[in-house]
């Protein structure tokens, strides 16, 4: 063990620590999964259209996404330990800032600096706790560590649904500033004065500059897109060629750059490839089409803020066991298999969600969310063995590097994304409807009769039947998002097929076996 990292923590204090460290990334991700179930009420209460509110979650991801390897960056460069404290201040300092805010602007960027300290938190955590534990127990911390993973997330859309109906939306951000000032002052007491070796590293700064540049760039076409019209928007069109420009000059950067912020030539290799599109596009429509519904529901099914976070709640019953499931197996079946049938098993489950028709019938999500969260759980460990395979054990964490922000990245867009082909789709199903069937036709008639005789007056009866038309109409544009996901899915199971076979011996190598455990670790940000 290193002189300047002399000593262990035993006892209480070392049970306190892996407490502290579980208790702050549960923080972190269940920030991410309880905000989802409150987006409709953020808009509201800063008098912002429900588009506008999803900037606050999208531009969220894309900083929390860009700080997972300026986080790895710190923890080598400085140690793990006061880049750490700093990010839970500073994760306490925008819980504050957002708490307060009345303008929709300060919020936002508030909720940018937060996104931006919760992202740093989860590299330097999860390398503090490693260090902690003796090689020979590392497999446990990995296992301590996924206690306090998959469970807030899939947790956090019902209580944040909770405490959005009865407390309010911010009270989600006074409850932040406490618990994460606690964890970083007993965290600073349990270790002050530890060091670790400084690693004298040059941070890509041209390069890192540009990524935030291209990602915010790409997000901002995505959030503002719908509302400036795309193509008819100078504005719009401005930014597209900017970023398209600046894309360009960056992956000539990237490419030449001796320590590059993200190491893209990692693309030359197939197997990297493939399974980097097949994570991003999947978490893509996975994250884009949780938002859309859970945002959907309160919207246009009239959902409360906590029935429509319950509806999310089964997904957490066969996520984590799945996980572990998984997790031995890859070591023995070829991932393409694995990443092959649950990539169908996302697609079957979309499948049956598109044929979703009545908003009251719980039962008609509860069955494919269930499925859901048997996907979910088995849908990270296949597609990180596809990608790692080949790649030398030094590279590793450069290869996980990469692909975690692209996939975080790609969650972000997935939001925007899904929300465009929704806002799409439903006006379209609403013209159709209305040149087919109108309040006039027989089967309106017959609609408005059914109305009148339930005791509405004519006018009511009329904006009855308009209220019902648009909620029919809305559902057919949710239908469509999953019915075109199930086909997205469907081309990713074939994709995969063309990347190389990784069946591996039975004991697979240590520097797998360790990417492979850390990868579980890492698919809840």
């Not at 994760?91 to 992202?119: I, N, P």
């Not at 935030?212 to 897109?225: C, S």
């Not at 964490?397 to 925007?416: H, K, P, S, T």
Request: charged share 15%; net charge positive.
């Amino acid at each position: 063990m290193s002189a300047d990292y002399p000593k262990r923590l035993r006892g209480w204090r070392f049970s306190l620590f892996n407490l502290l460290l579980g208790g702050g990334h549960a923080l972190v991700i269940f920030n991410a999964g309880a905000y989802i179930a409150m987006l409709p009420r953020v808009a509201a209460g800063l008098g912002v259209p429900p588009s506008f509110g999803t900037w606050t979650q999208t531009d969220y991801m894309i900083a929390l996404a860009l700080a997972l390897p300026l986080g790895g960056w710190l923890g080598r460069r400085f140690g793990e330990y006061r880049p750490l404290i700093w990010a839970f201040a500073g994760f306490a300092l925008a819980s504050w800032l957002c708490a307060l805010a009345e303008d929709f602007h300060l919020y936002l960027a508030a909720r940018v600096v937060l996104g931006f300290c919760g992202g740093l938190t989860l590299p330097l955590a999860q390398a503090l706790l490693l260090k902690e534990y003796p090689e020979k127990r590392k497999s446990l911390a990995i296992g301590v560590w996924s206690l306090f993973t998959l469970t807030p997330f899939t947790f956090g859309p019902p209580l944040g649904g909770w405490l959005a109906d009865t407390l309010g939306w911010r009270w989600l951000f006074w409850g932040n500033m406490p618990l994460a000032l606690a964890i970083a002052g007993l965290l600073g007491a349990l270790l002050y004065g530890r060091g670790g070796p400084h690693l004298r590293q040059r941070l890509d700064v041209p390069g890192c500059v540009m990524a935030i540049l291209i990602l915010f760039g790409v997000q901002a076409i995505l959030n503002q897109g719908n509302d400036w019209d795309w193509a008819n928007s100078g504005y719009i069109l401005a930014l597209a060629v900017g970023v398209a420009a600046l894309l360009l000059y960056w992956l000539i950067w990237e490419w030449g750059c001796r320590r590059p912020f993200l190491d893209i030539r990692l693309f030359a290799r197939r197997n990297f490839t493939i399974g980097v599109i097949g994570l991003c596009v999947g978490f893509l429509c996975f994250q884009g089409l949780l938002s859309l519904l859970i945002v959907q529901l309160q919207l246009a099914l009239g959902y409360s803020s906590f029935l429509a976070g319950l509806v999310f709640l089964p997904m957490a019953i066969f996520a984590k066991p799945m996980a572990g499931i998984f997790h031995e197996v890859v070591k023995r079946v070829d991932a393409r298999l694995l990443a092959s049938a649950n990539l169908l098993g996302f697609a079957a489950t979309y499948f049956w969600l598109s044929r979703f028709d009545d908003p009251d019938s719980f039962a008609q999500l509860f069955w494919p969310k269930l499925l859901e969260g048997a996907c979910l759980g088995s849908f990270f460990v296949p597609l990180t063995a596809l990608l790692l395979h080949g790649i030398p054990a030094e590279r590793h964490w450069r290869a996980l590097e990469l692909a975690n922000l692209l996939r975080i990245a790609a969650g972000a867009i997935g939001i925007a994304l899904q929300g465009v082909i929704f806002y799409r789709r439903t006006p379209l199903h609403m013209t159709r409807f209305a040149e087919n069937r109108d309040a006039w036709s027989d089967a309106g008639a017959d609609a408005l009769q059914t109305l009148l005789a339930g005791g509405f007056e004519a006018d009511a009866a009329l904006a009855k039947f308009a209220k019902l038309a648009g909620k029919a109409q809305a559902i057919r544009g949710l239908n469509d998002a999953f019915w075109l996901a199930g086909c997205v899915f469907v081309a990713l199971a074939a994709l995969v097929w063309l990347a190389e076979p990784t069946r591996a011996p039975l004991r697979a190598a240590p520097a797998m076996q360790r990417a492979l455990e850390e990868a579980l670790v890492e698919e809840d940000a």
